[in-house]
């Protein structure tokens, strides 16, 4: 009986150290992967403490943000995911002129009288397009250099 005993002690004993030697996964483990699914935006940062993933940083539509949780979930041993993380659509970069507006006025005056003649800003550089005749082109040429704008583009046909 004593025998029978100490074979169920060492049954237990054996299977309860099998148990605890299954090896889970720690918070360092853990950081490599939910590092590794977050770089997918590289304005979101993650962090584990006790198995639970924080997420932090910006994203550009909720649903980005939706989808990086439900990775950061589906790593076998993140308990949780605390969201601590903002929803900020992207702005639109604004194509400021770089010519000044009172430039772009000037050179607009001086071809006012040349209603064929555009004058706009193309590429960043003052550009003038349109048919005129020689005559006209003349003018135009010269009314432009009194004004001493710079670079000016005359891209405008000539008629003969």
Known sequence: MKKIFQ????????????????????????ATQAI?????NPQASVEIKDGIAHLSGNFATQAEKDAMIASL???????DVMDMANVVPAT????????????QQKLADAVKDFPSVKAEVVNGELTLTGEVTAEQAKKIKMSVDALKLGKVNFKYNVKK
Do not use: Q, W
């Open 7 to 30: 074979m169920a002690a060492l049954a237990l004993l054996v299977s309860s150290v099998a148990i605890s030697c299954k090896k889970k996964p720690n918070d360092t483990e853990l």
């Open 36 to 40: 590794e699914i977050v770089k997918a």
């Open 73 to 79: 979930k589906a790593i076998p041993g993140v308990k």
């Open 92 to 103: 639109p970069v604004a194509t400021a002129s770089v010519v000044d507006p009172a430039i």
